[in-house]
């Protein structure tokens, strides 16, 4: 028979630095998980991607016991990455905070794929683009 869920968690830890400082630590202490060995398994796990924002998402069972899945970065922090700025806009639709091309939404978007609701590169390109344009950026579809 398979084990009852009894909550699912979603966190945006870095990668490789999960530490018991909140949000972390409340989360796994309110769901009654052994939050030291969670972080060992995840920095263990996610020490390659150094210096991204990770997506976790940790399904809790009635026993305590618990597994988790890490999904690619944050699509804010490729886009961020490809285009080689620190931060987006302040005010998206009146500054610009630069301009990504056709080349780098797809470079982004080949990464992000596996987590999109789309299996076409050209759909998972445009909701790329509609990211980076509510990060502020003009997209360049030449």
Do not use: C, H
């Not at 890490?70 to 886009?79: E, F, G, H, R, Y």
């Amino acid at each position: 028979m398979a084990k009852k869920i009894t909550s699912v968690i979603k966190l945006n830890i870095p990668a490789g630095k999960g530490t018991p400082a909140p949000p972390v630590g409340p989360a796994l202490g309110q769901a009654g998980i052994n939050m030291m060995e969670f972080l060992k398994r995840f920095n263990e796990q996610t020490a390659k991607q150094m210096g991204y924002v990770l997506p976790v998402s940790i399904v809790v069972y009635e026993d305590r016991s618990y597994s988790f899945t890490v999904n690619q970065p944050l699509m804010s922090d490729l886009i961020k990455r490809a285009v080689g700025i620190d931060k987006g806009s302040q005010k998206p639709s009146k500054e610009s905070a630069g301009t990504i091309k056709k080349a780098q939404l797809r470079e982004v978007a080949k990464l992000k794929i596996a987590d999109l609701n789309t299996d076409d590169e050209e759909m998972a390109m445009r909701i790329v683009a509609g990211t980076a344009r509510s990060m502020g950026l003009e997209v360049d579809w030449s």
